[in-house]
């Protein structure tokens, strides 16, 4: 029994691919960031709980605000979310990272996201217990319910549903995403820039849409909207969620 016990690994290193948010900070004072911080979190407490981030910090890695990286950084985790890395930044930020206990992420230019919304890295591609085949339009086609939990991605394509979202489930496209059900999840679409990029559903319950990064959550809809069939697009800086 024992040599048996021996022979079997007790862990293992397994490479996947999953879906993180990055915190882009845009100001170098903790005051600031940290009302800000507060602001979106009131708007959407549940949104963010225990939501694990990458900060982005290429917008402010001249300043000194690496010297109190540690102290943002647990300024974050006493509000519940999970800062894991940041991105960007030379040798100093990097020892700040070392100092918070955070990994380096490499930095990606000419990344897309707008000013003061949180853009979602390189999504998961579908989990292979999901039914997706291509659409008869090149799109990604998926016939079953999207079950709490899981994520759809339609790379550079779009992604057509024809059944409910529930609540807890993500899907994402580079192109459009269609719902020919409720919509009670995460939809977004134009995940790497495509300003132009539509959700469309047939009934809007939606906890979170975004167009090319810019999103907004359950509490800023209307309430009118609710369970009616809409399309969300970009228009500047802002989404608009209109009936159909």
């Keep these: 029994m024992t040599e048996a016990r021996a022979a079997k690994p007790a862990l293992e290193f397994k490479g996947r691919?999953?879906?993180l948010t990055t915190l882009r900070l845009l100001d170098s004072s903790v005051e600031?960031?940290?009302?800000?911080?507060d602001k979106r979190l009131r708007e959407a407490p549940a949104l963010f709980r225990r939501?694990?981030?990458?900060?982005?910090?290429a917008e402010v890695a001249d300043s000194d605000l690496h010297l109190d990286l540690p102290g943002f950084v647990e300024l974050l985790r006493t509000r519940e979310l999970l800062p894991i890395g940041i991105r960007g930044?030379?040798?100093r930020w990097t020892q700040a990272a070392d100092a918070a206990g955070l990994s380096v992420f490499p930095d990606q230019p000419g990344a897309r996201s707008p000013a003061g919304n949180a853009a979602k890295d390189e999504p998961a591609p579908a989990r292979k217990d999901t039914a997706a085949a291509p659409a008869d339009g090149g799109g990604m086609l998926v016939t079953q319910p999207v079950r709490s939990g899981q994520q759809i991605y339609a790379r550079n394509t779009d992604l057509v549903i024809l059944a409910p979202v529930s609540p807890g489930a993500e899907v994402l496209a580079d192109g459009h995403v269609h719902v020919y059900g409720a919509l009670n999840g995460r939809a977004l679409a134009g995940v790497?820039?495509?300003t132009s990029a539509r959700i469309f559903c047939k009934s809007f319950r939606a906890e979170l849409v975004s167009i090319a990064g810019v999103y907004g959550v359950s509490e800023q809809f209307d309430e009118s909207l609710s369970g009616a069939p809409v399309q969300v697009s970009l228009r500047g800086d802002k989404l608009q969620v209109e009936r159909l």
């Design 192 to 194: 790497h820039g495509n």
């Design 17 to 19: 691919m999953t879906t």
């Design 32 to 37: 600031v960031l940290a009302r800000e911080l």
């Design 89 to 91: 930044g030379d040798e």
């Design 51 to 57: 939501l694990p981030i990458v900060v982005d910090i």
